[in-house]
């Protein structure tokens, strides 16, 4: 077990992955922010954002910041199951030879896999993955393999919707987080991505970033020692039920919206798995500012990410979910009183 001291030296090393990563993409501090209070409160992340605004290097970045072995996979509609556990090919010899795939082959040095475009592949290959997600081990070649260390990222193409598979809703919740990656909007940012040819060379950026910073074989045991480390008050408590109670009831807090018969809109609130991430989110956002209290501040941080994608709307609303969940979680930030 960590002491405090300890605690306060990853600390210092995790703000450093910030600012190595932050070396690399611009104009992202928020995202950037998310992805490292992912990483220790131990949480996987759906990334969604437009094409190109960064993700993949965002998560080279991180992975060559931390350390670790990174896996990217591409969904794509003829990607089976197996895909992701074996490899077969014909070797020189020209005999038939099976390997471990994408996620075993690392072994438990696996500890950044992307998988892009996840709504590209088939709901079998999703639910390997969910369940690799959730027990960090897979059965195969008549062994357990575990990657105890791994974050998933899924990046969900939200430009095209022909021949997609979207993610289930009990699939969703497994994420901490859902993040949108924006455009930047800063006009020197912009500038700087255009004009700057450094930003044109993936490669470039990366080598940037001050590789293995982290003793990434730790996360796990970091993690759970910020979550014992932070205390929530009676008051924060309170707060948080309100606060998931809003996500049920809504209108029962004064919450509208326009056009919306609230009492027809949700068919479920966040989960008890959702708001368990909201608050490992949320302590691990204290620690990260140095604190040992949570205060609504951290929960503010970390509120649209965990809650935007678990809350689920009736079909006539299901169609704006993009629109109403973002409209709704404000709204609920806005009229909870914060202690
Ligand atoms: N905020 C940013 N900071 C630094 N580089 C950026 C940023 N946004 C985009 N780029 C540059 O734009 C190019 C595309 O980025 P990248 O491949 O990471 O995007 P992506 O979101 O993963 O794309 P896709 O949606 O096609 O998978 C890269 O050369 C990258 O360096």
Redesign the pocket.
């Known amino acids: 077990m960590g002491s405090p001291e300890q605690l306060e030296d990853w600390r210092h090393l995790a703000l450093r992955v910030e600012a190595e990563v932050a070396k ?5 501090a928020q995202t950037i922010r998310l992805i490292n209070v992912a990483l220790f409160a131990r949480g996987h992340v759906l990334l969604e ?1 437009d ?8 998560l080279r970045a991180f992975s060559r910041a931390i350390g670790g072995d990174f896996e990217r996979v591409e969904g794509t509609v003829d990607l089976m199951p197996g895909d992701l556990v074996y490899h077969t090919y014909v070797d020189a010899q020209g005999r038939p030879r099976i390997d471990p795939g994408p996620l075993l082959r690392h072994g438990e040095r696996l500890v950044t896999f992307f998988f ?1 475009e996840i709504n590209r592949a088939r709901p079998q290959v999703q639910s390997l993955l969910l369940r690799a997600m959730a027990e960090r081990t897979v059965s195969a070649f008549d062994r357990e393999y575990s990657f105890p260390h791994m974050t998933v990222f899924a ?1 969900r193409n939200k430009v095209e919707r022909e021949e997609t598979f979207e993610l289930a809703s009990a699939a969703r919740d497994r994420f901490m987080f859902e993040l949108n990656m924006p455009k ?1 909007a800063d006009r020197e940012v912009r500038r700087a ?1 255009v004009f700057d040819t450094a ?4 490669e470039g ?1 990366i080598d940037k970033v001050a590789p293995e910073l982290l003793p990434w074989d730790r996360l796990n045991a970091i993690g759970a020692q910020v979550q014992r480390s932070v205390r929530a008050s009676e008051t924060i408590e309170r707060y948080v039920l309100d606060l998931w109670e809003a996500s049920e009831k809504p209108q029962k807090f004064g919450i509208r919206l326009d056009g919306v018969d609230m009492d027809r809109l949700i068919l479920a609130g966040a989960s008890p798995r959702g708001m368990s991430a909201l608050l490992r989110a949320a302590r691990t956002v204290a620690w990260l500012e140095g604190r040992t209290h949570v205060e609504p501040a951290d929960l503010a941080a970390v509120l649209p990410s965990v809650l935007g994608h678990r809350i689920f709307f009736t079909p006539v609303y299901e169609l704006r979910r993009a629109e109403l969940s973002e409209a709704l979680v404000a709204q609920i930030m806005d009229k909870i009183a914060a202690p």
């Open positions: 690399a993409v611009i104009g992202q954002g094409v190109g605004v960064g993700k993949t290097t965002v892009n990046d930047p991505l930003f044109h060379d993936t950026l």
